[in-house]
């Protein structure tokens, strides 16, 4: 009987080898069309799609289906359709150029959507002027790696997101390059997701722009050069590790938005050349340690409504402003940081400061109530005054300060 | 008038002091350099030096040239030579010091450490300044005979365009702020030679804090190639309104 049993048990495995095929799509192979090909295979088989201009969309993918570029073919959507809708779990889609999706302010037109399905993996596609690059609605378990995203949006009204993931779950977004968007990497309501090894450059707003995305974690990516920065908000339980952001420069642009970040870890990461490094509103009980903060405008704004943040083993160095605050509340900690405006001695050579640093420069709180007063900056008076503040604290609080400073820079390149 | 160049370098270098000027820059200079870990850290605290000592220097040394070589003037005026032809070999002269000085004592360094565009734009702005202030300084002693009262006012105008300038500013600032004064205030301080120069630099070393609030007026204003042509336009009015006015002065004053 159980003999029996087994036969039947891999005869229905080979059957179902049997039955995965493989399709060739192309203009000298069977099917000249993709849906015609998508319309004739079952779950579990194979499309190759041959080098070719397809101008034939929306493709929907309702199988679950591999789907596989060769030689890369080119899916147009003609400036007026969403180019692939995804309406079927566990299908592969690899190696595509996809371009010109249409462009709506009703509907969000991707260049590939994902509609309410599970791990679905989008590998090595190029992507390039569309409304929304990659759009992941209510999925889970997808797989987002080795695309390339470009676009040259001129306005946020009229361009969508490079990656736009929407109350999904487990997702992996790794190793994406995400050009000329609105925002590079856009987040609300993901959960438990990796971004891991994305490059977000050039953006019109954000990098990266996620909101109400718990436990999430970031790794080594790099947002450079984007409009307004990288701005995070009302999310609980990050881990960013060894990030880089550069060049996030202009009027109210950030390197790191932390709005409404609390019980987080911002580690290992270099922030070089922003106007505002990292910008703490209302941010509480994070760990910040470890970062290279470096020639920015300012190194680190502190808002008073933030609180218990550790801010502790960071480089300060050659930034306009080490930090800034706007009112007179500090409930957050600065321990063994290193700043290279420091000017104390180090009697008992343990490489810590013997006197408390008090980082805040009176005349950033001078410009942070007045800011045309920046065009006096570096001016002879304005130093006898900061000289004079460091002497007898008056105006700055006396609760910022880092009691421990680090007598050396932290090695961490 | 090269020959008489040449007389006032020879006598300018006699009493040394603007050799210890240039031992005094080229110490600061070179130790600004190995002592800061970034070039351009020691470029900042070269504008220091820059904004403060220099013109402080050049008014003051100027000042002084004029009244000790008094006698000098006076046998100069006796010859058969035409008294702007005097004026303008002094002046030079002056300048040649002044700024030879400032070019081999941070001019070296800077070269060598930090031989970028904020290097460059620190060793233009020096120049400038040191004109600047000999400029003043010839139009100060050609005001009063006293030299007492000469060298008071040279340091009046030091400290006025330093210091009191920029507090005057920054007291109009704050009771003015409910109103639009970007506009006003960049153009007021960009009167000030010593303001002009320090937004230059400003905008070279703390770019990313200037791409703030009030970046767009900082750029707007000073940033754009119109900006820089403007700043060196009025650098260069500021020496020769000064040293115009002085020579005036010196063709109709009764020695």
Known sequence: MIRLLYVILLLLFISNIVQAKQIQVGSKHQYKTIKAAIDSALDGDTIFINSGMYKECPVIVDKKITMIGVDRPILDGEHKHEVVSIKADSVVFKGFRIQNSGVSSINDIGGIKVYDRRWVSIVDNVLDNNFFAIYLQYSKHCLVKDNIIKSNAHDEQNSGNGIHCWKSDSLQIIHNVIEGHRDGIYFEFVKESIVWRNIARNNIRYGLHFMFSHNDSYFTNIFENNGAGIAVMYTKHVFMANNTFINNTGDACYGLLLKDISDSYIKGNRFQGNTIAMFLEGANRNIITKNIITENGWGMKVQANCEDNQIFENNFTANTFDVATNGSLVMSYFKKNYWDKYEGYDLDKDGIGDIPYHPLSVYSYVIEQNPISMLLFRSFMVTLMDRTERLIPSITPEAFVDLTPAFKPYKYD | ?255
């Open chain 2, 1 to 255: 008038m090269n020959k008489l160049i040449g007389l006032v370098i020879k006598d300018i270098l006699k009493s040394k002091v603007i050799i210890i000027y240039t031992l005094f820059l080229a110490a600061f200079g070179w130790s600004v350099f190995s002592l800061e870990s970034s070039s351009a850290k020691g470029a900042l605290s070269l504008l220091n030096i820059i904004l403060l000592s220099v013109p402080l220097v050049s008014i003051i040394f100027g000042n002084i040239y004029i009244y000790n070589s008094r006698e000098f003037i006076e046998l100069l005026v006796s010859q058969p030579i035409k008294r702007s032809t005097i004026w303008n070999s002094i002046f030079i002269a002056l300048l040649i010091a002044v700024n030879l000085a400032f070019l081999i004592g941070i001019g070296i360094p800077v070269m060598i450490f930090s031989s970028n565009l904020i290097g460059l734009s620190v060793l233009l702005t020096g120049l400038f300044i040191g004109s600047i202030f000999t400029a003043l300084a010839l139009m100060g002693s050609i005001i009063t005979k006293d030299k007492a009262r000469g060298i008071g006012l040279s340091i009046m105008i030091w400290l006025f365009l330093t210091l009191i300038y920029d507090g005057l500013l920054l007291f109009l600032m704050f009771q003015f702020a409910d109103y639009p004064i970007e506009k006003p205030m960049a153009l007021f301080s960009s009167l000030n030679p010593i303001d002009l120069a320090r937004i230059q630099m400003l905008l070279q070393i703390d770019e990313s804090a200037l791409m703030g609030y009030t970046g767009a007026i900082f750029k707007k204003f000073f940033g754009n190639f119109y900006g820089y042509i403007i700043t060196i336009v009025l650098l260069m009015l500021w020496v020769i309104i000064p040293y115009w006015i002085s020579l005036i002065k010196f063709k109709k004053k009764d020695l």
